[in-house]
Every structure is written in C-alpha cells, then in structure tokens.
Nanobody
Framework: QVQLVESGGGLVQAGGSLRLSCAAS????????MGWFRQAPGKERELIGA?????????YYPDSMKGRFTISRDNAKNTMYLQMNSLKPEDSAVYYC??????????????????????WGQGPLVTVSS
C-alpha cells in the first residue's frame, strides 16, 4: 500500500488561494489514481476531483467543483496537488487526498459513502475566513 501525507492546509481569507500537496511513499505512485475529497462539519464527504495514474493524466471534476479547483500530479516527485482559487467560507472543511488503483473507485464507487479508496491521507483543515 502507498502511504499519503498531506501539507498546505491552514487559514486563508475569502477570495484567496491555497495549494495542498499530497506526498506518497511506499508502493509505486504511478500505479495509483489519486483524488481529493473534503468533508465539512455536519456534511457528507464530497469528491473534489480525481486524476488518472499515468501519462495523459486525465482529470475528472464534479460539476460543482469545476472552475476553482485544479488537480495535478508529478509522478517523478510522487506528489499530487490541489490548487484552490477564489476560496469561499463554504469551502472550509477537512481536505483528504486518496489513492486507489482504479480511477473508477474514486469517481464512482465512493458515491456510496460506505465505499472507500484503498488509502486516505490524514486530512488537513482548511479554514476560509470571510
């Protein structure tokens, strides 16, 4: 299994930007599709987006996440990124990176809240102040 360590969370003002990183170790990073999720207090987990394993790096975003969030990865650095722009107070949440061999698991299967990717990161808190 790959291990995931996130960084980059914290406090930001509304309208600002933040970039989260998710560094992987252990198994071969390029064997895993990667994704970002978030969960705010009292709300369900939601998918921010996901990125495929290798060259081409197809990305998927739910309609609600298109425009302000960008996922990228650097397989040479074993790291995935989440660039967040024009942040709003409602973006405040715990942000989790996730890894699974199959992109389908991240994008489709996790709509069932009882189904989880193979690996979760620890989830840094992002707070957007108004």
């Amino acid at each position: 299994q790959v291990q995931l360590v996130e960084s980059g969370g914290g406090l930001v003002q509304a309208g600002g930007s933040l970039r989260l990183s998710c560094a992987a170790s252990g198994r071969t990073f390029s064997n895993y599709a990667m994704g970002w999720f978030r969960q705010a207090p009292g709300k369900e987990r939601e998918l921010i987006g996901a990125i495929s394993r290798r060259s081409g790096f197809s990305t998927y975003y739910p309609d609600s996440m298109k425009g302000r969030f960008t996922i990228s990865r650097d397989n040479a650095k074993n790291t995935m990124y989440l660039q967040m722009n024009s942040l709003k107070p409602e973006d405040s949440a715990v942000y989790y990176c996730a890894a699974d061999p199959e992109l389908h698991t991240l994008v489709v299967d996790t709509k069932d809240k009882d189904k989880n990717p193979e690996v979760w990161g620890q989830g840094p808190l992002v707070t957007v102040s108004s």
